[in-house]
């Protein structure tokens, strides 16, 4: 197993939070799947996966129907997918995935929770080198399936690590960004259940922090995760 399946086994157990948390974010991705790709999910690759995720989460049906809804409105303007980048302290590189409709609201709150918990917020652009981007699937596992021909299989549609997940009974693929679509049909062509796909930032190098160290930079990026039109955060602290 690599780099990044060793990244997930260190931040699995961070989810989302709670409940509204999830459907918050799902929602959001869901309208902005529906927006660039269609209200339809046959022929919406990634609005189909989401949903399969949404049912894994419990989420209400209405709830994802309204967020598709939300996406063929005349009147709504859509969320804008806006990243910012910048540095806790000790030195530990923090990369911020937004989903908003106000992005001077978001640019303000973000700005802040760095300022006050001794950060920096950085330009643009700035800290992409420090973070491969990858497509995350999570797929069920199939009986009598042989994983070493399985990740041979996959090579030719971009899937660089391939783990296994025993307490869940699923398989997770890391692949490179630009060959999700390629992967997902190839998945769902040969009748695998995709649970979730995920578009995650791998830290090219990690940064060892003393316990109390750990903490000051958790309690900036649970700040961060708590504001409303953040979609992800990932950082490159080691375990």
Not at 11 to 26: P, Q, S, V
Not at 56 to 74: L, V
Not at 156 to 173: A, K, M, Y
Request: hydrophobic share 35%; charged share 30%.
């Amino acid at each position: 197993m690599g780099r990044a399946f060793e990244y997930r086994k260190a931040t699995k157990l961070k989810r989302w939070g709670h409940m509204a948390r999830t459907f918050t974010k799902l929602g959001k991705e869901i309208t902005i799947a529906a927006r660039e790709g269609g209200p339809d999910p046959d022929s919406n690759p990634r609005l189909r996966t989401l949903i399969q995720q949404c049912k894994k989460e419990n989420m209400p049906k209405d709830n994802i129907d309204r967020a598709i809804k939300k996406a063929t409105d005349k009147s709504y303007e859509g969320y804008k997918e806006i990243n910012y980048e910048g540095y806790g302290p000790h030195g530990i590189a923090i990369f911020v995935e937004t989903a908003t409709d106000n992005n001077m609201r978001t640019v303000a709150n973000i700005r802040s929770y760095f300022t006050k918990h001794g950060g920096t917020l950085g330009t643009q652009g700035s800290l992409q080198f420090l973070f491969d981007r990858k497509a995350c699937f999570t797929i069920t596992m199939k009986d009598g399936i042989d994983l070493d021909d399985l990740e041979l299989e996959l090579i030719d549609f971009g899937v660089e690590e391939l783990g296994v997940d025993e307490e869940e009974n699923t398989i997770v693929l890391y692949a490179a960004f630009d060959q999700a679509s390629a992967l997902q049909k190839y998945l769902e062509d040969n009748g695998f259940e995709i649970q979730s796909c995920e578009f995650v930032r791998i830290p090219n190098d990690t940064k060892t922090l003393t316990d109390e160290q750990r903490e000051s930079v958790q309690k900036l990026i649970d700040r961060i995760e708590e504001d409303e039109d953040v979609q992800n955060v990932f950082t490159n602290m080691a375990d």
